[in-house]
C-alpha cells in the first residue's frame, strides 16, 4: 500500500481541493495506491509575479516537510511551476514529483517539439523564465495563451462551452502554426478540459496532474528516489521555524 501526499497550491476550502482530487479519475491507478490531497495553510491568491512564485515555495514547502514523518511515501505537488521541490528533496528521501519540468521531459519521449497551453498573458512570463532555466528552449515550439483569467478555486466549473472551444483554437496554432509534436497544458487547473481536447487534436496532450501519479507509482515500484549529490540535506533543518511561519501567515489571512 502506498500513501502519496499531493500537496494543492493554494490555500483552498473543501470543495476547492475535491476539484483538484477530481484528476484522479483521469487516470488508471495501482489499486494499493492512496491518495491523500492537501491544501497549504497560506499563500499567494494568484500566480503572476515573483511574490507570488517566493510565497508559493515557502507555503508548498512547509505543507511538505514532514511527509515522511507522517508516514507518507512520496509526495506529489499540483502545480506546474515546481514550486518548493527542491527544498522538500532537500528534506525527504521518499521521492518528490512535481509536473513542470517532468511533463517537458516526457513530452521528449513522444516527440521532439513541444508547445505549453497558458491560461492567460500574465502567466507566460513564468514559462519564458522556467523553460530556458531547465534547459528546454531548444525543444520548447511556443508558449501560448487562451487568454481566460484563471480561478484557482472553482477551476472551470461552468466555462466549458464559452472556454474549451478557445483552448482548442491555441492548441491547433500551436501544431499548426509552431510545429508542436505535442501539446502540455500549463496548468493542474485545466484538467477538466483535458479529455475534451485530447479527442480533437491530432497530436498527443498532456495532463500533468494525472502524470505525477504514473510517475510516482513508478518511482516507487523501481525504489528510485532523488540524488543526494544534487539535493543535498540541510546543515540545521529550520522545521519548526518553518511551521511558525506559517501559522503566522494562516492567521494574517484569517483577519
Known amino acids: 500500500m502506498a500513501k502519496i501526499l499531493v500537496i494543492v497550491p493554494f490555500a483552498l476550502d473543501q470543495a476547492g481541493v475535491q476539484r483538484r482530487r477530481d484528476q484522479l479519475r483521469a487516470v488508471e491507478l495501482e489499486p494499493g495506491s492512496e491518495f491523500h490531497f492537501q491544501p497549504v495553510k497560506a499563500g499567494p491568491t494568484s500566480f503572476m509575479s515573483p511574490h507570488d512564485w517566493s510565497l508559493m515555495d515557502l507555503a ?7 511527509a515522511q514523518e507522517d508516514g507518507f511515501d512520496a509526495v506529489c ?3 506546474m511551476s515546481d514550486s518548493g521541490m527542491a527544498a522538500l528533496r532537500s528534506m525527504l528521501d521518499i521521492p ?3 509536473p513542470g519540468r517532468a511533463s517537458m521531459l516526457f513530452a521528449l519521449t513522444l516527440g521532439s517539439k513541444f508547445s505549453v497551453l497558458a491560461q492567460w498573458k500574465p502567466s507566460i512570463v513564468r514559462y519564458k523564465k522556467a523553460i530556458p532555466e ?13 487568454d481566460v483569467e ?3 478555486d472553482t477551476l472551470m466549473d461552468g466555462k466549458e462551452d464559452s472556454v474549451f472551444p478557445k483552448m482548442l483554437d491555441i ?6 502554426q509552431d510545429g508542436a509534436d505535442v501539446v502540455i497544458l500549463g ?3 485545466m484538467h477538466q478540459a483535458a479529455a475534451w481536447l485530447a479527442e480533437r487534436l491530432p497530436v498527443p496532450l498532456i495532463n500533468p496532474g494525472p502524470l505525477t501519479y504514473k510517475l510516482v507509482e513508478t518511482m516507487l515500484a523501481l525504489k528510485l528516489t532523488h540524488s543526494r549529490a544534487c539535493y543535498p540535506k540541510p546543515l540545521v533543518p529550520k522545521v519548526e521555524m518553518i511551521h511558525a511561519m506559517l ?5 494574517v489571512d484569517a483577519k
Request: a negative charge; hydrophobic letters at 45%; glycine letters at 4%.
Open 60 to 66: 508548498i514547502f512547509e505543507a511538505g516537510i514532514n
Open 77 to 79: 505537488i499540483d502545480t
Open 96 to 98: 518528490v514529483v512535481s
Open 134 to 146: 531547465w534547459g528546454l528552449s531548444n525543444q520548447c515550439a511556443s508558449v501560448r495563451s487562451f
Open 150 to 152: 484563471p480561478a484557482f
Open 171 to 176: 492548441c491547433m496554432q500551436c501544431v499548426e
Open 187 to 189: 496548468s493542474t487547473t
Open 247 to 251: 501559522d503566522a501567515a494562516a492567521r
